[in-house]
């Protein structure tokens, strides 16, 4: 919180979203064999949604809009904090863009992961999610299954032959469900 010139305090709480790596060697070993398109490294795990201060949640929106050069790219906290300077009681964060801009860069192997990781976590939901509505209903027959296959398929996700996959999908699935 900061006290504005009209003697007003202030301040705002900013969402930002944190990657963690995968660190599963079976669901590492999945993700490269079902979707050879996305990147091999960085692989994103899980996502969490964390609060920061307007001032750090600012330094994304600042840059952007003095370096629209960059494109997208993702500041993670640990980014914010090497960019940001002293922090003093009332005032305005010194912010270091240059070094903002460095780290920008750096990171922009997690776009296309986090693009990656988002096009998986909606595939394995989804999955789990059809598999779950028929199941209330009745148990789960080869042609359900075989459609759930054809779900995943559709995305370019080639499970024939792999029943083990499609465990696995449904897993994710049920685990990115639970958050």
Request: charged share 30%; glycine share 6%.
């Amino acid at each position: 919180m900061r006290l504005s010139n009209q003697g007003k305090w202030f301040g705002q709480i900013r969402d930002h979203q944190v990657f963690y790596l995968e660190r599963d060697p079976v669901s590492i070993r999945f993700r490269l064999l079902l979707y050879p398109w996305h990147p091999s490294e960085p692989i994103i795990g899980k996502t969490q949604t964390i609060k920061i201060c307007s001032d750090c949640g600012d330094v994304s929106s600042e840059l952007q809009r003095r370096r629209p050069d960059l494109g997208e790219f993702h500041l993670s906290v640990q980014d914010l904090k090497a960019c940001i300077g002293e922090i003093l009681p009332n005032q305005k964060l010194e912010i270091d863009f240059s070094e903002a801009a460095t780290w920008a860069q750096a990171n922009a192997p997690w776009i296309a992961a986090r693009e990656a990781f988002l096009e998986h976590a909606a595939l394995t939901t989804k999955l789990n999610a059809k598999r779950a509505a028929i199941e209330q209903r009745r148990p789960l027959g080869q042609e359900d299954w075989d459609w759930i296959v054809s779900l995943a398929e559709e995305r370019d996700v080639r499970l024939e032959g792999r029943p083990e996959a499609l465990e696995w999908l449904i897993r994710e699935g049920q685990r990115l469900s639970r958050g």
